[in-house]
């Protein structure tokens, strides 16, 4: 497997554009984890799935933040109207179930300027 | 609730002696216990799971880390420290039905 796959690898926007983050989990994992790494905050978990449906979103910092998960292989995260203190690095991981071994894809570095 | 605290924000260790990174946690039942690597730029990578048996887990590159139930705590510990494994270090815990808790990170620097 190729593993958990993002993209963009990075993305450099202005404030007020909309931001789409895309995630391709690991095939047959029924977990997908949204994670905002800064270096103020660290590692923060903002949302999380389980078999494509919404768990616990109450790590997403504003309602200008939306994910979803169409189908077992993709999930997306929407930031819609960027600001620069959402600048950081995005990262999806997936694991088989919860509280077991997650993986992680290379992360999304986002600069909204 | 759960917790994890790496009481080190950084570590410094020559090449070549031994290295540890400390991590305890608190958590009801049993604990799940994770320890992650990151290189500058990429992602976290998985290094070892404690989940039962042996108190001692061995991982990737060399790396091991104990569990101790008494004094709650899961230390990463290397015999011999390479520059090459110079990054940040996450401990995470968890238990079955409940998500990863991720620590703040230790840096760890081995200088040659």
């Known amino acids: 497997d190729a593993g958990v796959i993002q993209s963009p690898r990075h993305e450099v926007t202005e404030m007020g554009q909309e931001v789409t983050l895309r995630c391709k989990p690991i095939s047959g994992h029924d977990y997908l984890f949204w994670y905002r790494q800064t270096m103020m905050r660290g590692l923060e978990l903002l949302i999380y799935f389980n078999n494509n449906v919404p768990i616990d979103d109450s790590g997403m910092p504003e309602d200008r933040f939306s994910a979803k998960m169409p189908n077992a292989s993709f999930s997306t995260l929407k930031i819609q109207p960027s600001e620069p203190r959402d600048s950081a690095v995005y990262f999806c991981?997936?694991?088989?179930?919860?509280?077991?071994?997650?993986?992680f894809g290379p992360g999304t570095r986002l600069l909204v300027l | 609730a759960q917790s994890v605290a790496q009481p080190e924000d950084q570590v410094n260790v020559a090449e070549g002696n031994p290295l540890t990174v400390k991590c305890t946690y608190s958590?009801?039942?049993?604990?799940?216990l994770f320890w992650y690597v990151q290189y500058p730029n990429r992602g976290l990578q998985f290094l070892l799971k404690y989940i039962t048996g042996d108190n001692l887990v061995k991982g990737s590159y060399g790396f091991e880390a104990e569990f101790n139930k008494s004094q709650t705590s899961f230390h990463l510990k290397k015999p011999s420290a390479l520059v090459s494994d110079s990054a940040l270090y996450f401990c995470?815990?968890?238990?079955?039905?409940?998500?990863?808790?991720f620590g703040k990170g230790t840096k760890l620097s081995v200088k040659p």
């Open positions: 995470a815990v968890s238990r079955s039905g409940g998500n990863l808790i």
């Open positions: 958590v009801s039942g049993n604990p799940y």
């Open positions: 991981a997936s694991s088989l179930w919860d509280g077991e071994t997650q993986y």
